[in-house]
């Protein structure tokens, strides 16, 4: 019996979770999953730039199962992107960061989790915040 899959840790959720080529209805399209674990492993590889070794901690696994997504999450996107197929970003195995944050707004401060355009301050319901590293 194989061993159960770790949680892989993601650090802020997708803003946006479906992508489609323009111009085609979507009932006429073929549906590509991508995991939230997937867009994970790109963010940090090759939008943030990092190594894979690096990527492998933030994420909290190992650098073998780090290449092995991150290579399914490229071979996914690629085929999408020359098929032309809609991409939907869901579901995956994974348990999201806690992060300190800052309101600009108002200056309030407190924990929580990262979505680029739902995270809002729980005082004053600002969206305009800052991680603050510690």
């Not at 946006?16 to 492993?41: D, M, R």
């Not at 190992?62 to 290449?67: I, K, N, W």
Request: aromatic letters at 6%.
């Amino acid at each position: 019996m194989p061993r159960p899959r770790k949680c892989r840790r993601v650090e802020q959720l997708p803003g946006y979770t479906y992508f489609k080529p323009a111009g085609v209805p979507i009932s006429e399209l073929t549906e590509v999953v991508l995991s939230v674990e997937e867009l994970e492993a790109v963010r940090l590889k090759d939008l943030v730039g990092n190594e894979h070794g690096a990527c492998a901690v933030r994420m909290n696994i190992s650098r073998p199962t780090f290449h092995r997504v991150l290579s399914s999450a490229r071979q996914k996107i690629a085929r999408a992107l020359v098929n032309g197929e809609s991409l939907r970003v869901e579901g995956g195995n994974f348990k999201l960061a806690q992060h300190k944050l800052k309101c600009v707004i108002c200056g309030h401060q407190w924990k929580g989790t990262i979505c680029r355009r739902r995270t809002l301050c729980p005082l004053c319901y600002g969206s305009e915040w800052q991680r603050i590293e510690s």
